[in-house]
C-alpha cells in the first residue's frame, strides 16, 4: 500500500513541477552575499552629490498586513555650509536597495511605491541558517518629478510568514543617491522634439528627453499594498484618470509578476489533461500568458512577460549566490499612448484597466502613467485614427494518453496606432507598432516523471515620430527575445517520502534597442543544470552548476561578465568594460 501511495504521490509531484522549495536545512559554513548579473548604472562611475536614507524596516510575520510607509522628502537643496549642491533637476538619481536574513524562509516578492507609483519590484533570496545578504540598485531618475515632492509617502510591501518552522525575518533599507554630474559614458533617453528657436520653429532637432511632469498611479487602495491582485482572466481591475488638456505625451509603464499556481505559467499544462489523469495540481489553464491594458475598454498594449524564476523556484541551489535574471529587479513594459492623445484630452475621465489572458491565481499588477505636458500652451489640439481591432491568433494542438503526451501552443499579434498632436512645438503624428510571436511546448514520458518545456517569446515595438511634411524626426525600436528550456526528472528518492528531481533550465534575454541615433544591445545567458533530494518542499541534498554570461555595448563601451558557479561556491568570475573587435 506505501508503494501505492508513494507511485501516485510521485505522479502528481511530477505533473505539478516545477515548484517552490526551501534548502536552509543544507549546511553552509558562513553568511553569503547574493547577486543578479546585470548592467553597472551610469551614476556607478560616479560619487552622489547627497544621499537620502528613506526606509529601514524588518518584515517579520508581515502576511495579510498593510505595508509599511513613511513620509518622504527631498533632500536639502545645499548644505548650511554651501559644502555642496543637490538641488533638483538631478543628472541620476539611483535607488539602493539593501536586505539581509537568516534561518528558514520561502522567497517572497516585494516592491517600493512613492506616492503610489512602483519604483521597482522585487524578490528576496532564500536565507540559510548562517544568513545572506545582498543589494539591488536602480536608476529611477525618470521619476523625478515625484522624488522632488515632499507630500508623498515612501511604501514597501513584503508579505512573509513567521512561526516556529519559518524564521525568516526579512530587514530592508532603502537609500536614495542623488547626482549633479553627469558621465561620458551615459544611457541615451528617448528624445522628444523641440523646435530650434533660431529658425524661428520651422526647423526640429532632437534633444534629450526629460523626465515626466506628472505621473499618475495606475493602482489599488494601498491597504494590502498598492499592486492589483488578478485571480483568473475574468478579473479586470481599473482606474479613472482624467489626463490634463495640456499633455503632449503619454507613456504607460507596466510592472507584472506572477505567483501562486501560476508561478510557473510557462509549464502549466491544460486543464483536460488534469483532470483526466485526476490530479490534484491547481498548475492548470495551460502555458500561455498574455498581459494586456485598455483604455476605455480598448487594447492599447499587451505582453507575454518575461518568464522570472524566483529564488525558490525549480532548484533553489541553482540560485545560490547568483540569482536567475531578473529575480532582483523585475522588467517593467511601456506602452506609447501618445497616439490615444486625440480621445483623452476631452476633460473627461478615462477607465485604464489591466487583464491576463488565461490567468489564474495570481497576478500582482500595477501601472505609472507618465504624462509630459506643453508648459507654453493650455490646450493641445490632438486626433486619434480609427483603429481596427487587433485580432490575436492562438493555435493549441493536445495529444495525449493517460501520464504521457504534448502540448503545443502558437501565438502571434499586432498593433499599430497613430495619432496626431498639435503642441506648441508643431504638429507630429506619432506612430506606435507592436507584435509578438510565441511558441511553446510541452512534453511528458516515461508515466509523467519526465517533463520537456520549450518556449520562445519574439517582441519587437517601435515608436516613430513624423514632422508635417514627412520627415521622420524621431524612431525608436526595440527587439526582445526571451527563450526558456527546461527538463525535469523524478524519480525515487533513498529515503522515506522522498524523490529526486534532477533539473536542467536554460534561459536568456537578448534585446536590440535603438533610442534616436543610438544603438544598444544585451544579452544574457544562464544555464543551470542539477539534482536534489525533496521531502515535501524541504531539500535534503543535491548538486548545482550554473553558468551565466552578461554582455552590454553601446555607442559609448561595452560592459560583459560571466561567471560560474559550483554548489554555491562562485568558481569564475570576470568583468571587463574592453570592447570585443568584431
Known amino acids: 500500500m506505501y508503494g501505492l501511495l508513494f507511485l501516485l504521490l510521485l505522479f502528481s509531484t511530477a505533473a505539478s513541477s516545477p515548484d517552490r522549495f526551501t534548502s536552509s536545512s543544507l549546511l553552509r559554513h558562513k553568511s553569503q552575499e547574493y547577486f543578479e548579473l546585470g548592467r553597472p548604472l551610469p551614476s556607478d562611475l560616479l560619487p552622489p552629490s547627497c544621499s537620502r536614507h528613506v526606509l529601514t524596516h524588518s518584515f ?20 548650511s555650509d554651501g559644502y555642496f549642491d543637490c538641488s533638483s533637476p538631478w543628472s541620476h538619481v539611483a535607488l539602493e536597495f539593501r536586505a539581509k536574513c537568516k ?23 532564500e536565507p540559510t541558517k548562517k544568513g545572506i545578504f545582498w543589494k539591488v540598485r536602480k536608476d529611477i531618475t525618470k521619476y523625478s518629478s515625484l522624488l522632488t515632492r515632499s507630500d508623498l509617502n515612501l511604501t514597501m510591501m513584503l508579505e512573509n510568514v513567521v512561526d516556529r518552522v519559518f524564521t525568516g525575518v526579512y530587514h530592508v533599507e532603502v537609500e536614495f543617491l542623488y547626482y549633479k554630474q ?8 528617448v528624445s522628444s522634439i523641440l523646435a530650434d528657436q533660431n529658425f524661428n520653429g520651422r526647423n526640429l532637432r532632437i534633444v534629450p528627453e526629460e523626465p515626466a511632469d ?6 489599488d487602495d494601498g491597504d494590502r499594498g498598492f499592486w492589483f491582485r488578478i485571480e483568473s482572466e475574468s478579473d479586470f481591475p481599473s482606474r479613472q484618470i482624467r489626463i490634463p488638456r495640456n499633455t503632449r505625451r503619454a507613456v504607460l509603464e507596466l ?20 483532470t483526466t489523469n485526476n490530479l490534484t495540481t491547481g498548475r492548470g489553464n495551460g502555458a500561455y500568458r498574455e498581459v494586456f491594458v485598455t483604455v476605455d475598454g480598448e487594447l492599447v498594449g499587451s505582453e507575454v512577460p518575461f518568464p522570472v524564476v524566483f529564488t525558490g523556484g525549480i532548484n533553489p541551489l541553482f540560485w545560490e549566490p547568483v540569482v536567475a535574471i531578473g529575480a532582483f529587479n523585475l522588467p517593467s513594459y511601456d506602452f506609447e499612448l501618445t497616439p490615444f492623445l486625440g480621445k483623452l484630452l476631452d476633460k473627461k475621465p478615462h477607465s485604464f484597466g489591466i487583464g491576463v489572458s488565461d490567468g489564474i491565481s495570481y497576478w500582482l499588477v500595477n501601472a505609472n502613467l ?3 505636458l506643453d508648459h507654453k500652451s493650455k490646450t493641445v489640439h490632438a486626433q486619434s485614427s480609427i483603429f481596427p481591432s487587433p485580432a490575436i491568433q492562438v493555435k493549441r494542438n493536445a495529444q495525449f494518453k493517460l501520464l504521457d503526451g504534448s502540448f503545443n501552443i502558437k501565438a502571434q499579434r499586432r498593433t499599430d496606432f497613430v495619432g496626431w498632436v498639435k503642441s506648441s512645438s508643431g504638429n507630429h503624428t506619432t506612430m506606435f507598432s507592436q507584435k509578438y510571436k510565441f511558441t511553446s511546448s510541452i512534453s511528458f514520458a516515461k508515466n509523467g516523471t519526465y ?25 525608436t525600436r526595440a527587439k526582445r527575445r526571451y527563450p526558456i528550456d527546461l527538463v525535469t526528472a523524478t524519480l525515487p528518492g ?8 534532477v533539473t536542467n533550465v536554460t534561459h536568456s534575454m537578448k534585446e536590440k534597442s535603438l533610442h534616436g541615433g543610438y544603438l544598444s544591445r544585451v544579452n544574457n545567458f544562464q544555464d543551470s543544470r542539477g539534482w536534489m533530494e525533496v521531502r515535501d518542499h524541504d531539500v535534503l541534498s543535491g548538486t548545482a552548476d550554473t553558468q551565466q554570461s552578461f554582455g552590454y555595448r553601446d555607442d559609448f563601451g561595452c560592459y560583459s561578465r560571466s561567471i560560474g558557479v559550483v554548489d554555491g561556491s562562485l568558481m569564475r568570475d570576470n568583468s571587463s568594460f574592453h570592447c570585443p573587435t568584431a
Do not use: C, M
Not at 517579520?60 to 548644505?79: D, E, H, M, R
Open 60 to 79: 517579520a510575520n508581515t502576511i495579510n498586513g498593510p505595508p509599511f510607509s513613511s513620509p518622504y522628502s527631498p533632500p536639502p537643496p545645499s548644505s
Open 103 to 125: 534561518g528558514e524562509q520561502y522567497d517572497r516578492i516585494a516592491a517600493i511605491w512613492l506616492g503610489g507609483v512602483e519604483l521597482l519590484r522585487t524578490s528576496t533570496a
Open 182 to 189: 553627469n558621465v561620458a559614458v551615459s544611457e541615451p533617453r
Open 214 to 219: 506628472l505621473i499618475v498611479p495606475i493602482s
Open 255 to 274: 510592472y507584472v509578476s506572477f505567483h501562486g499556481d501560476d508561478e510557473f505559467w510557462y509549464s502549466n499544462p491544460p486543464n483536460l489533461y488534469i
Open 370 to 372: 507618465h504624462i509630459w
Open 451 to 475: 517533463k520537456l518545456v520549450k518556449q520562445k517569446v519574439k517582441a519587437d515595438k517601435e515608436v516613430k515620430v513624423v514632422r508635417e511634411d514627412g520627415v521622420v524626426v524621431l524612431r
Open 494 to 501: 533513498n529515503k522515506k517520502n522522498t524523490y529526486v528531481l
